[in-house]
């Protein structure tokens, strides 16, 4: 694994909407937490649907010891994690994990290009605190479908200012990656966070650009993808077993569920240790990973089950060999 995961228990402490759709909800854990990096999330058991669930928010703001802010967009094409997040009251007590971070970023240089699509602000907060009080170069573009809709505008706009820079899609204000990487000074890091279509742009542009790929730092939401999130079917090779996924669970926790032992790290789409062989398609698969190029996605050879999914029915090998009896 990338880092160990430690569990607590924690009580919720204040709920606030920061939108229609985006809610605030502060965990007061029952052990303080240790230092953790800008951008950090938590991993939280959740009860969805029936079945043990995990999922992933960021962590908003600065470090604190006792206590951690997470924002949560209701979403209904979603897998259940909003709605059980929603669903919190002042007082419920719910399990969390100590926050880590998957951005890792070079903190030593001068220059930073913040993006934030929507709930993608939610990490770019502490990232744009830390920086600020670094004394960096910082541009934050953060696009959104309008300011009504955009959380921490406020708080962004009083720390940076001018360095600030709103893409309001409702005014036909859209982010152009190409523009915004060729007035970047040659070292700087570019930090992203949003959903799969800008990370798309954001890669393509960046390696356009001549870039090095290890300058631009990421960090996904598991449950966005190209497609509807629907039931779907697994086939296993050599096997007539059929597994239905849930439109709450992800397909590497169906398959584990059912015995096939698919290995993961990240969970996220990111690393690809999960990654498993497509034998066939009866529908569309929507890799929703940032591991893949577009063009090993476009040849459907291989699919992370930790966050993409399908549409129809995907026949797979997990290459799992049961033990001889």
């Not at 997470?70 to 059980?84: E, F, K, N, T």
């Not at 700087?188 to 001549?210: D, K, Q, Y």
């Amino acid at each position: 694994m990338r880092f160990a995961e430690h569990w607590m228990w924690a009580t919720v402490t204040a709920i606030r909407d920061l939108t229609a759709d985006i809610r605030e909800i502060t965990l007061q854990p029952d052990t303080a937490l240790g230092a953790y990096p800008p951008g950090s999330h938590i991993n939280v058991n959740l009860l969805i649907g029936g079945q043990p669930q995990t999922r992933s928010y960021s962590v908003i703001g600065e470090f604190s010891a006792t206590q951690i802010r997470i924002a949560v967009r209701r979403a209904p094409d979603s897998r259940g994690g909003s709605q059980a997040m929603w669903g919190l009251q002042t007082g419920s007590r719910i399990e969390m994990s100590t926050p880590s971070s998957l951005f890792e970023i070079d903190w030593s240089r001068k220059a930073y290009c913040l993006i934030a699509g929507g709930i993608g602000i939610t990490p770019i907060t502490g990232i744009a605190n830390a920086l600020y009080k670094r004394g960096a170069d910082i541009a934050l573009h953060y696009a959104t479908r309008s300011r009504g809709d955009a959380a921490y505008l406020d708080v962004m706009t009083e720390l940076l200012g001018e360095r600030l820079r709103v893409h309001d899609s409702s005014e036909g204000q859209h982010l152009d990656f190409t523009t915004t990487f060729a007035s970047l000074p040659a070292d700087a890091v570019a930090v992203i966070c949003g959903p799969m279509r800008m990370l798309e742009a954001a890669r393509r542009a960046w390696n356009m650009a001549g870039r090095e790929p290890a300058d631009l730092r990421y960090e996904t939401f598991g449950s966005s993808g190209l497609l509807p999130t629907a039931e779907f079917r697994v086939r296993l090779k050599g096997s007539d077993a059929e597994i239905v996924v849930s439109q709450n669970r992800s397909m590497l926790d169906a398959l584990n569920e059912a015995g096939h032992e698919v290995m993961s790290d990240c969970q996220r789409g990111e690393c690809g240790v999960c990654a498993i062989d497509v034998v066939a398609v009866d529908g569309d698969i929507d890799h929703r990973d940032v591991f893949f190029s577009e063009h090993q996605k476009r040849g459907n050879a291989k699919i992370c089950p930790c966050v993409s999914r399908v549409v129809g029915t995907v026949t797979v090998d997990t290459l799992y060999q049961p033990d001889a009896i």
